[in-house]
């Protein structure tokens, strides 16, 4: 427990120090800006929801999410520092945990940036707060969804951009095409897409439904790519 | 303190360690020799548990190496080759986080930083972006991360390799002050290195061990016998013939150099007092002599040599 501690500080200091970090956030930060010009959010007249941003969001999240954890664990391999890693009495499972862990309180930090525009909308209207925090509770989830599987890709590989590549595609598939695909499929297969169909848990939360299905959801795949990534880590041992 | 028994390493088809078998006693200081490619790196990863071996037995502290993984990791202070350092971080930032994976007590993290930057006279720079320090600066951070948590067994690929003169100099005081109160288990290619500051070699070559002792006994098995080199002014036959005629001389080479006759003598004995006696009998003055004893560079090339006739 402490290893992970200290591994998560490091890599917290790791990223708020290199560029990455700073681009990344400010990245995020510009885009949310632009989608609630865009979306009219703050016109006259119009209801006091930042719904339209809640809808966005996520389809910047899966191009954003990878580049925090492209080089969480590839840069480690690239700089042979994984082998100073694994000569000390610490355990892969921690390693890969520290990582993860500085990754969450990073994206927590970057996602809690964007509570501004709740305070601003509450300045001037009566937004739902209820739904806005459950609609908070659904992007930091996903988000956390998001990062375990950018710790996977991380894991496979030493080169920064595949890592950040590999881990973009497949989230876009489950996010930009999420509909498009289900539409095209019909029976058994449409029921068991819809199930792991991350938008339509994200809708429920935006409607202020916090289901244990989903909350499971998001959870589990993190906990399943993070263990992915640790039984990575540990088969470098033996290449 | 370190036990090797057998030990293979094989990375898909290539055999990069061979059934080598060797132990390291508590506080000596054994130097691991061998070429480039020879299985020196491989053999240290799979002691520091970086890696498994494919087969055979190996314990460091007397923890085996695959199933008390941690406790050896615990035991050993490991300097890898490529002395790999996160740049973006400072010194002391650096140590900190290694003393916390190595579970040292934040109360006593500080001092333990300072007692190990002083060892390794790191003190000026401990301040300083890794990434702004010299190749010798960052190899002693990266010994002084291997000294944080007072290790029985110190293991150290390459510690000098692309260091200038004079860093090599204080890096070699160094690890001769550590053996004092440490297992030093080195590896080189430097000769110079090894001989300089190991009480006992392993020489290794394509995965196998060729041979092992001391640098002495090492020496002794290049040639039975050694050489002495004279230079003596007189004419080349008088002072060739005068000098063949010494008992325990096995062969005698002059050359003529304006006037003085250089001689190499091949002889078992210590005959540096018979020719100083020829010299003043003769009248021949004499401006230089000495022993030649074989080099373990010698040695080296030759047991290489062999080793790769044996192979082929």
């Known amino acids: 427990m402490r290893n992970t501690v200290a591994i998560m500080q490091r890599e917290l200091l790791s990223l708020f120090f290199s560029p990455i970090g700073y681009i990344v956030i400010a990245g995020f930060l510009l885009l949310t800006g632009i989608i609630v010009l865009v979306t009219d959010s703050f016109g006259p007249g119009k209801p006091a929801t930042l719904r339209a941003v809640f809808d966005f969001t996520p389809y910047v999240l899966t191009i954003i999410i990878p580049a925090i954890t492209m080089r969480a664990i590839s840069e480690e391999y690239r700089n042979g520092t994984i082998e100073s890693l694994m000569t000390a009495p610490v355990s892969d499972s921690e390693l890969v945990l520290g990582k993860f862990a500085a990754a969450v309180v990073f994206y927590a930090i970057m996602l809690g940036a964007t509570l501004v525009y709740l305070v601003m909308m509450a300045m001037f209207g009566n937004p739902d707060v209820g739904a806005s925090l459950s609609s908070y509770l659904g992007l930091f989830l996903l988000g956390v969804a998001f990062l375990g599987v950018g710790i996977f890709t991380s894991s496979l590989t030493s080169n920064q951009i595949v890592a950040w590549i590999v881990g973009c595609v497949p989230l876009m598939l489950f996010v930009w095409f999420a509909g498009f695909i289900v539409g095209r499929v019909h029976g058994g297969l449409r029921s068991v897409l819809q199930r792991v169909n991350v938008m339509r848990h994200l809708d429920q939360f935006n409607r202020g439904l916090v289901t244990t299905e989903s909350v499971v959801f998001l959870v589990g795949t993190a906990v399943l790519f993070v263990f992915l990534a640790i039984k990575v880590v540990e088969s470098r041992r033996w290449r | ?312």
């Open chain 2, 1 to 312: 303190m370190i036990e090797v028994k057998n030990l293979t390493k094989q990375y898909g088809s290539v055999c990069a360690v061979n059934g080598v078998s060797f132990s390291v006693g508590e506080g000596e200081i054994v130097g691991f020799l061998g070429p480039n490619g020879a299985g020196k790196t491989t053999t240290i990863r799979v002691l520091t548990c970086f890696h498994p071996a494919t087969s055979g037995t190996a314990s460091v502290a007397g923890f085996d190496v695959f199933s008390q993984s941690m406790r050896v990791r615990e035991n050993v202070g490991y300097l890898p080759e490529s002395v790999p350092l996160y740049l973006e971080m400072r010194v002391r930032e650096y140590l900190q986080f290694r003393s916390k994976l190595r579970g040292i007590d934040a109360s006593k993290r500080q001092s333990t930083i300072d007692r190990v930057a002083e060892r390794c006279w790191i003190k000026d720079v401990i301040s300083r972006p890794i990434g702004q320090l010299s190749k010798g600066y960052r190899q002693r951070v990266g010994l002084a991360d291997a000294l944080l948590h007072n290790p029985k067994v110190l293991i150290l690929d390459e510690p000098t390799v692309g260091l200038d003169p004079t860093q090599i100099r204080e890096t070699r005081t160094l690890i001769r002050d550590l053996a004092a109160e440490h297992t030093v288990m080195l590896s080189s290619h430097i000769l110079p290195e090894v001989e300089a500051t190991c009480q006992r070699l392993v020489i290794i070559n394509k995965g196998r061990i060729v041979a092992s002792g001391t640098p002495d006994e090492l020496r002794q098995r290049v040639t039975r016998s050694s050489r002495l080199i004279a230079e003596l002014k007189g004419a080349e036959k008088d002072i060739a013939g005068g000098i063949r005629k010494l008992s325990g001389v096995e062969g005698v080479e002059a050359v003529a150099n304006n006037g003085w006759t250089r001689v190499t003598v091949s002889t078992k004995d210590d005959l540096r007092e018979s020719i100083y006696k020829l010299s003043t009998e003769n009248g021949w003055p004499i401006r230089e002599l000495r022993g030649e004893v074989a080099s373990l560079e010698d040695f080296f090339v030759k047991i290489v040599a062999g080793a790769g006739e044996h192979a082929s």
